[in-house]
C-alpha cells in the first residue's frame, strides 16, 4: 500500500515536472539570418517565363529552407529607402546570426547566359560557407558551376557583403532571364532549398 502511495506520488511528481506542452528540444542557439533581396518598392529583376521578380521569388525560398528547420534560421526582409543595406544588416546583427546569407537570382540582357554563383565579402569565414552552399546548389540545379566571386567595392553585393558583422554570402542560383534556367529552378526548389540547408548547418 505504501509502495503503491509512493509510486503514485512519485509519477504525479514527474509528469508535473514535465508539461507535455512543453518542446522537447530546446530552439537552436547557432543561427543564420536569410537576407532576402531587395526591397517590396523596388523587387529586382524579373524572370523571363512568369514575371515573379527576385524580391517575390527569393522571399519564398527563404520561407522554404527556414521551414527546414524551426528556429535556426531569421528571415530579414529589406525595406525602401535611403540606408537600406544598413537596417537590414543591423537587424542580422541583432539577431545574433552567426552567418548571414543574402538571396537573389541573376539577370543579364544575353538570354543564354547561365549558371550559379555565390559573391562573398573575401574573409576566410565567408569563403567556407560559399563554398558549401554554392556545392549545393549545382548539385540540386545543376546549372552551370560559375564559382565564388569575390565583390570588389562599388560593385553590386559589395556594401551587403560588408554591412554586417557576422560573415556574409549572397547566392545568384540561375539567372532569371534565362527560360532553361528558370525551369530548372521550379523543377528543383525543394532540393535547392535542402541542398542550401545542408551547406548552412555543415558550417554551424
Ligand atoms: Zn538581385
Given at each position: 500500500m505504501l509502495k503503491w502511495l509512493l509510486?503514485?506520488?512519485?509519477?504525479?511528481?514527474?509528469?508535473?515536472?514535465?508539461?507535455?506542452?512543453?518542446?522537447?528540444?530546446?530552439l537552436p542557439t547557432r543561427r543564420i539570418a536569410l537576407v532576402v533581396g531587395h526591397n517590396p518598392r523596388a523587387q529586382g529583376a524579373v524572370r523571363v517565363t512568369d514575371g515573379r521578380t527576385e524580391y517575390d521569388w527569393c522571399g519564398?525560398?527563404?520561407?522554404?529552407?527556414?521551414?527546414l528547420e524551426p528556429g535556426r534560421y531569421v528571415v530579414i526582409r529589406r525595406t525602401p529607402g535611403a540606408g537600406e543595406i544598413a537596417r537590414a544588416y543591423a537587424e542580422v546583427d541583432a539577431s545574433g546570426a552567426t552567418a548571414s546569407v543574402e538571396?537573389?537570382?541573376?539577370?543579364?540582357?544575353?538570354?543564354?547566359?547561365?549558371?550559379?554563383?555565390t559573391l562573398i565579402s573575401g574573409s576566410a569565414a565567408?569563403?567556407?560557407?560559399?563554398t558549401l552552399v554554392q556545392a549545393e546548389m549545382v548539385a540540386a540545379l545543376g546549372l552551370r558551376d560559375r564559382g565564388l566571386k569575390q565583390t570588389a567595392p562599388k560593385q553590386g553585393g559589395h556594401a551587403a557583403l560588408n554591412a554586417g558583422r557576422p560573415p556574409a554570402i549572397?547566392?545568384?542560383?540561375?539567372?532569371?532571364?534565362?527560360?532553361?534556367?528558370?525551369?530548372?529552378?521550379?523543377?528543383?526548389?525543394p532540393a535547392l532549398a535542402a541542398g542550401i540547408h545542408r551547406a548552412c548547418l555543415a558550417y554551424l
Open positions: 509510486s503514485l506520488l512519485a509519477g504525479g511528481l514527474r509528469s508535473s515536472n514535465a508539461p507535455p506542452h512543453l518542446p522537447s528540444r530546446p519564398a525560398l527563404a520561407e522554404q529552407v527556414a521551414a538571396l537573389h537570382f541573376n539577370s543579364f540582357s544575353t538570354p543564354s547566359a547561365t549558371g550559379t554563383e565567408s569563403r567556407r560557407l560559399a549572397l547566392i545568384e542560383p540561375y539567372f532569371g532571364s534565362n527560360r532553361a534556367d528558370c525551369e530548372a529552378a521550379d523543377r528543383s526548389l
